[in-house]
């Protein structure tokens, strides 16, 4: 049996236990990565190949001009300036490929799409994951030390507006060998991310830390959602997974912790109290003391 017919199988029992969570199917299919023409969105793309191959996806590659060029409905718009605008297009759109520098023969005739458009960042990502149907998005991050470099897009943001997982990575890191996915657990039953940890937990035969946190007044929920979660794992895969509470009152701020100290390959989170601090990912993926130490990010909408 193939990886994708064993992930639909457990896909198919979890989506009978819990109807609203997901769709089954192939998860990965489209991969967007943006690009700002950045050491870090090249190392982006780059990640992008690695798992366009592994699960046999797309990548959608974008770049947002920033400007407004939409004056093709204009009846009295300049001509001509509506001719450089096609010709700076198309230039931009070269220069993306240039950039990309990516050999599809070599990875299996891998499918590859250049976009340019105007506008700004956030709605232009919005508007084209919903008309390219994306369901995953690559966002490179500067791996620097005590680096705090404003992200190119907001991962919250994306990830609430569009509900498909937004993955932020530094540049130092790896998405193909995935030794330990941390999945932090509070006050209710997290089967989204469950879901992706599953997923991707399956392919490199990962070992998933399910992470509990708590305080005096949410203790017993978190447990209880805590074992739940553990059970769900357990009953639906073979997969090894291992049980830790931390008391904390910020959760975001012990998963930023938790993440670097435990060395963790991937961390998922939703955009809410996970990572919705001021410098939690700016915290996690820049201001460090080992290079190595900070992990990627997936996060992905609660429902």
């Not at 400007?67 to 001719?83: G, I, K, P, R």
Request: glycine share 4%.
């Amino acid at each position: 049996m193939s990886f994708n017919d064993r992930l639909i199988l457990i896909l198919e029992k979890i989506k009978n236990l819990y109807p609203e969570s997901i769709t089954v199917q192939k998860l990965f299919n489209k991969i967007l990565v943006p690009v700002d023409f950045t050491f870090s969105s090249k190392k982006a793309i780059d990640k992008a190949v690695e798992i366009a191959v592994e699960y046999n996806c797309t990548i959608e590659i974008l770049h947002v001009t920033g400007q407004n060029m939409l004056v093709a409905d204009d009846a009295s718009a300049d001509t001509s300036s509506l001719l450089t605008f096609q010709e700076a297009s198309g230039a931009a759109k070269k220069a993306l490929e240039q950039f990309a520098s990516i050999d599809t023969n070599a990875h299996g005739q891998l499918q590859i799409e250049f976009s340019v458009l105007p506008g700004t960042w956030q709605q232009s990502l919005v508007d084209f994951i919903e008309w390219k149907q994306i369901d995953l998005m690559l966002i490179g991050q500067d791996d620097r030390l005590f680096q705090r470099k404003e992200l190119l897009v907001n991962p919250n943001l994306i990830a609430g507006k569009t509900n498909i997982p937004v993955i932020t990575v530094p540049t130092n890191r790896s998405l193909v060998d995935l030794y330990s996915i941390v999945i932090p657990v509070t006050d209710y039953l997290p089967v989204r991310k469950l879901i992706y940890g599953i997923y991707m937990a399956t392919k490199h035969t990962s070992t998933v830390k399910l992470l509990g946190i708590e305080n005096d007044q949410t203790r017993s929920k978190v447990r209880y959602y805590l074992q739940r979660a553990f059970e769900l794992i357990r009953d639906n895969c073979s997969l090894h997974v291992e049980l830790e509470t931390i008391e904390s009152n910020n959760v975001a701020d012990a998963v930023s912790s938790y993440a670097i100290t435990s060395a963790a390959d991937l961390v998922i989170v939703n955009p809410d109290l996970e990572s919705n601090i001021p410098g939690f990912l700016s915290g996690l993926l820049g201001n460090i003391t080992n290079k190595s130490s900070a992990p990627p990010v997936l996060t992905i909408n609660t429902v």
